[in-house]
């Protein structure tokens, strides 16, 4: 067995290698404890005796979090991001393996592995499927919240990153997991500010989001069954297929919209950055 002592400064040692790496926030979520999501997004059905999920986010420049996705949103705090999580995904599981233990990192952010359709008709329902939860990751790992716009949430960033998860079964220190699953009172207090900015009305204000009406983003002015069939036909395919168009970037199309993201006011370098910016 693993001593206490050792394994605080496995963790420790594990936290400073991946923030030297790019990361920006860090925790551990203890892998037994994700009962809020379905068993297909679970630790353990990845890695069946995985002890632990080292979750870190990076966060999108100021500068590039821009409400509508362009050029320098899409690089750096999108795609090129993305794509840089996983390489710290990948470089924190080797470093965990080269101690001895299994690791495996989950893709961050296009980790689409089907669609599920709940109800057709004019106002559709659908779900997009995944492999792993990693906002219920972060939210465990004690990172952050989930908003009322569906997102993480942390009192440094606001919404402004992107998660990145290292299933393993190290014995890291858990650190104490946050609530989920409820409104946060910051987002009582700051009035739904995305909720109402949202241009598809996608958001609930209760935490969920409208998949269908999100991926549209302006459900008022497409022809509702055609859409349907557009986002069955792009997201068909086996889990493992469609998974890999999605890591590959070759199957679906940026998304255009990035206003829950951007408007988040829980976000403490805001002001700073303002100054920064003589605005």
């Given at each position: 067995m693993v001593e206490k002592d050792s394994a605080n400064q496995l963790t420790q040692e594990l936290f400073t290698y991946s923030q030297g790496l790019g990361a920006d926030l860090v925790g551990v979520a203890d892998a037994a404890d994700f009962h809020e999501t379905e068993p297909a997004k679970r630790p353990l059905t990845h890695m069946p005796d995985a002890r632990t999920v080292f979750v870190f986010v990076c966060r999108i420049p100021f500068g590039a979090a821009t409400a509508h996705a362009g050029p320098p949103y899409l690089q750096s705090g999108y795609y090129g991001l993305e794509?840089?999580?996983?390489?710290?995904?990948?470089?924190?599981?080797?470093?965990?393996?080269?101690?001895?233990?299994l690791a495996a990192g989950s893709p961050a952010g296009r980790d689409i592995t089907g669609l599920r359709v709940m109800e057709r008709g004019d106002d559709p329902k659908i779900e997009l499927l995944s492999s792993f939860d990693l906002r219920l990751a972060a939210v465990k790992a004690g990172i952050g919240q989930i908003g009322v716009n569906n997102n993480l949430i942390t009192s440094k960033y606001g919404?402004?990153?992107?998660?990145?998860?290292?299933?393993?079964?190290?014995p890291l220190v858990p650190n104490t997991a946050l609530e989920y699953g409820v409104v946060p009172e910051f987002c009582k207090k700051c009035g739904f500010r995305c909720v109402k900015a949202c241009p598809a009305k996608a958001l609930t204000g209760e935490g969920a989001v409208d998949h269908y009406r999100c991926m549209v983003i302006n459900p008022a002015k497409?022809?509702?069954?055609?859409?349907?069939?557009?986002?069955?036909?792009?997201?068909?395919?086996?889990?493992?297929?469609?998974?890999?168009?999605?890591?590959?970037?070759?199957?679906?199309?940026?998304?255009?919209?990035?206003?829950?993201?951007?408007?988040?006011?829980?976000?403490?370098?805001?002001?700073?950055r303002k100054a920064l910016l003589g605005i």
């Open positions: 794509g840089y999580i996983n390489k710290i995904s990948h470089r924190c599981s080797v470093w965990l393996e080269d101690r001895g233990y919404s402004r990153l992107r998660i990145g998860a290292v299933i393993t079964n190290a497409v022809e509702t069954r055609k859409a349907l069939k557009t986002l069955e036909s792009r997201y068909s395919g086996s889990p493992n297929q469609l998974a890999s168009k999605m890591m590959g970037f070759t199957q679906n199309a940026p998304h255009t919209c990035a206003r829950c993201i951007t408007l988040c006011p829980m976000d403490s370098s805001r002001e700073d």
